[in-house]
């Protein structure tokens, strides 16, 4: 490949939102699209499903929760493209409502891989996304509610302009030991640990959206959240309202802001529109 060919890649992206949004940019972005999955046997399934449709996309592994292989992808997007121009961070978990697994577990496990594991991958290739570049995070209006579930320090907090990336990533990790040692309630937290997962999310992307305007200004790179709705996926099961394709709609219009826009950026976007925070 050469470096002149433009890439968007999408991590966790064999099924649901993350191959409805691999399925649209094949359709729509002027380059390659990458789709990413943990498991190799269902992310090349995933690949030939979207080749019977006329579709093109590439694969790589990618397990968001090991460093190793987002170094190892990164490395591959370096080699073959010189840098990335689009990146839907998707992957993520959920533990259903009536999972026997102990709290302390859920919220452990459901935090490193959508906070600290989106925290991971962006760190490592937000340095090669080439200019005009688009990030979006998936989150969810779940994180909104759990701020306002928070108690009112900890919405301060959380609510700062100042905060910093590593003050976030203290914050998660209270949350997780506070649910260990069965505090979390009397230290202000909620009792939803995809909620606070999707909070870190959402504010990470603030964060990291200011961090760009510091660094890489001129570049205009448009990193945002966004909340694709109640999707009728595998983690919200049948109750889910919206289909796979109408979930993919806001992600897709924040990965394809044409090179000359300047918003949204460091927001949270739901139905294409800015969120209050």
Same mark, same amino acid.
């Given at each position: ?104 577990i859920q919220a452990e496990l459901t935090l490193k891989t959508n906070f600290f594991a989106t925290r991971n991958v962006c760190t490592e290739l @937000?340095?090669?996304?080439? !200019? ?9 209006? +779940? %994180? $909104?509610?759990? #701020? =306002? ?53 959402t504010v990470l992307s603030r964060i990291m959206a200011r961090q760009l305007d510091e660094t890489r200004k001129a570049d205009r790179i448009l @990193?945002?959240?966004?909340? !694709? ?9 049948? +109750? %889910? $309202?919206?289909? #796979? =394709? ?19 950026h460091g927001q949270l976007v739901r139905d294409k529109v800015v969120q209050d925070w």
């Amino acid at each position: 490949m050469s470096s002149c060919t433009r890439v968007a890649l999408v991590t966790g992206a064999n099924k649901g939102i993350g191959f409805a949004v691999t399925r649209e940019l094949c359709r729509r972005f002027p380059g390659d699209v990458v789709l990413t999955a943990r498991d190799e046997a269902r992310g090349r399934a995933a690949v030939q499903q979207l080749q019977a449709e006329g579709l093109s996309p590439r694969f790589h592994q990618l397990d968001v929760d090991d460093l190793q292989s987002i170094r190892a992808l990164r490395d591959f997007l370096r080699r073959e493209y010189g840098g990335l121009n689009v990146l839907v961070n998707n992957a993520g978990i959920a533990f259903k409502t009536d999972d026997p697994t102990p709290f302390d577990i859920q919220a452990e496990l459901t935090l490193k891989t959508n906070f600290f594991a989106t925290r991971n991958v962006c760190t490592e290739l @937000l340095p090669i996304v080439k !200019p005009h570049g688009r990030v979006v995070n998936i989150s969810s209006l +779940q %994180g $909104s509610k759990a #701020l =306002e579930d928070c108690s009112e320090a900890l919405q301060e907090r959380f609510r700062c302009d100042t905060l910093t990336e590593g003050d976030l990533v203290d914050l998660m990790k209270k949350f997780v030991e506070d649910v260990k040692n069965e505090m979390h309630g009397k230290e202000g937290w909620p009792d939803s640990a995809y909620g606070v997962s999707k909070l870190g999310v959402t504010v990470l992307s603030r964060i990291m959206a200011r961090q760009l305007d510091e660094t890489r200004k001129a570049d205009r790179i448009l @990193l945002n959240a966004c909340c !694709p709705g109640w999707v009728k996926t595998d983690m919200a099961g049948d +109750q %889910g $309202s919206r289909t #796979l =394709e109408q979930g993919a709609e806001t992600p897709v219009y924040l990965a394809l802001l044409p090179p000359d826009a300047t918003e949204p950026h460091g927001q949270l976007v739901r139905d294409k529109v800015v969120q209050d925070w």
